[in-house]
């Protein structure tokens, strides 16, 4: 991001980014609680306002990010029980929309496992070794993996502990992949962008003023 501090405290029409997020998660009034991951020598989040809200926790960071969603869980064990719904969402994506969120929710209530939120590629995905095209793969398979992603609270947490340390685990999704499961595509809305170029910033800002 070429910035002075992690990007979710840039700021972002008058607020830093995270603020946005969470205000867009607690707007959709469907939430018990909201667990945020923050490594120990953060200096800016004890500086929100909105740290101090009532529906948050705080947890403890962790190097990545499998390991700060299991330091969330665990934050919260006293108050979930294992057929509870969690929902994980990137600090980096203030664009959600309540709409999106209780979409996913209602597609998923139901399910043995749960899903994430998604998009369908439209773009020709090529396959390269170094700056060599290798290969073209078939998009009507592939999709973009969003936020938020919603499993059970116990599935979702006997699986990060199981897949500790594991590189190929990049999002929850993978990590219930990895137990045998098949978690459930729910198409999501394109501008839920996750803010990682200093010219996603203004990109999000347009969103967020379309919405």
């Known amino acids: 991001m070429q910035a002075d501090r992690p990007k979710q405290y840039l700021e972002l029409a008058g607020k830093t980014v995270i603020e946005h997020t969470l205000s867009r998660l607690l707007q959709a009034e469907v939430f018990a609680g909201i667990a945020v991951a923050i490594s120990e020598e953060d200096p800016y989040w004890p500086e929100l306002a909105i740290s101090k809200h009532q529906q948050i926790i705080t947890a403890p960071g962790g190097k990545e990010r499998a390991d700060s969603v299991l330091s969330g869980l665990k934050t919260i064990r006293q108050q979930a029980s294992d057929n509870d719904w969690v929902l994980v969402h990137d600090a980096a994506r203030p664009c959600i929309t ?47 993996a969003l936020t938020p992603q919603m499993f059970r609270y116990g599935m979702l947490k006997a699986a990060l502990e199981q897949s500790q340390g594991n590189p190929a685990i990049t999002d929850e999704a993978s990590a219930l992949e990895l137990q045998g499961l098949q978690p459930k595509i729910v198409e999501g809305r394109p501008d839920n962008i996750k803010i990682t170029r200093p010219e996603d910033l203004a990109l999000a800002q347009f969103y967020m003023e379309q919405q």
Do not use: F, M, Y
């Open 98 to 144: 309540a709409a999106d969120i209780r979409h996913l929710i209602a597609s998923l209530v139901n399910d043995d496992v749960g899903g994430i939120l998604a998009l369908a590629s439209a773009d020709t995905l090529k396959q390269v070794q170094g700056i060599n095209i290798t290969g073209t793969l078939d998009r009507s398979h592939i999709w973009r």
